[in-house]
């Protein structure tokens, strides 16, 4: 006989109060109840049950076993729901939250391509660039760049590396003149990000060691990145800003590149998550998605 579906039997016998009672619950006869119970004993070498015409009740080991087997049996539900999930076409709504530039100029394409794919799938897409709760305000996934707070209560998974480079308007560096060093920069003016709280510095990797610093103190402080770009292109000063962001203005010589034989920053984007034991499918394919395809869109 078949283990688990003999402690599936012995467990209805258990809950029901009666073979009769659990053999009309599983469609089976009640001899055959028996011959499961009987089949436990056996190989426990143990009795479960003390049964008489009348009652029935459970031994103090067939006791400790019945709990046991409630937990196993409900264990191979989950995994088969599990396996169920794999096989099923995602559904319901998927609430993202999302930095408002890069979630619009990168991760958005990626999810709406994901809606397409499966139809039955909804999206709520959020664009903020304040810290959300996820338990909170009731989001599947956050997706977030810079330092992570570490959280005991979330998972994280890099998705995408953004490239941080310095540029500057043809006619600003006309005026100005083109740094050739980091350190030429003091002598220009810097079009600032700001959001809240000090003014985070420009960082310049180094090989063998931590990142070269440079904290600017521009009278342009904005908190919107499209406008830093638009005002780095209209000649008001240099900015350092995500490659993905001034690609385009680049290619259009709107703007140009300095320093380009300095490497680039990488700062990293994240995809957040509640813990949780079992990940549903639309989240785990959301995050997939965004791993395979935003390294692409980062050049």
């Known amino acids: 006989m078949d283990r688990l579906t003999s402690m599936a039997v012995f467990v209805k016998a258990v809950d029901l109060g009666s073979f009769a009672a659990a053999a009309d619950a599983l469609g089976i006869t009640g001899p055959m109840v028996g011959k ?56 319901g709504k998927l609430r993202v939250t999302m930095p408002v530039h890069f979630g619009r100029h990168c991760a958005m394409p990626i999810l709406l391509e994901l809606a397409r794919q ?51 308007s043809p006619a600003y560096l006309d005026r100005h003149g083109e740094p050739q060093q980091i350190e030429e920069l003091r002598q220009h003016h810097a079009i600032v990000y700001r959001r ?66 300095e490497p680039a920053f990488l700062y990293d984007a994240y995809a957040l998550w509640l813990r949780t034991p079992h990940l549903a499918r639309k989240v785990r394919l959301a995050v997939d998605a965004l791993a395979a395809e935003l390294p692409h869109r980062m050049q």
């Open 36 to 91: 499961h119970v009987r089949f436990l004993e056996e190989r426990l070498g143990t009795r479960l049950l003390n049964r008489t015409t009348r009652r029935q009740s459970l031994t103090d080991f067939g006791r400790a076993y019945y709990e046991r087997c409630r937990l196993i049996l409900a264990e191979a539900e989950a995994a088969d729901a599990l396996a169920a999930d794999q096989l099923a076409e995602p559904c």
């Open 118 to 168: 499966y139809p039955a799938l909804e999206l709520e897409l959020s664009f903020s660039d304040r810290l959300i709760d996820l338990a909170e305000d009731g989001y599947d996934l956050a997706i977030r760049t810079g330092s992570l707070q570490d959280r005991a209560d979330t998972i994280a998974r890099r998705i995408a590396r953004q490239r941080m480079i310095v540029c500057a």
């Open 196 to 261: 809240t709280g000090p003014v985070a510095p420009w960082l310049f990797p180094r090989d063998d060691g931590p990142p070269v610093e440079w904290h600017p103190a521009g009278r342009l402080q904005l908190d919107d990145l499209d406008a830093i770009a638009d005002a780095a292109a209209a000649g008001m000063g240099v900015a350092w800003l995500p490659s993905w962001l001034v690609s385009e203005r680049i290619h259009a010589g709107a703007l140009v590149r300095l320093f380009p034989d």
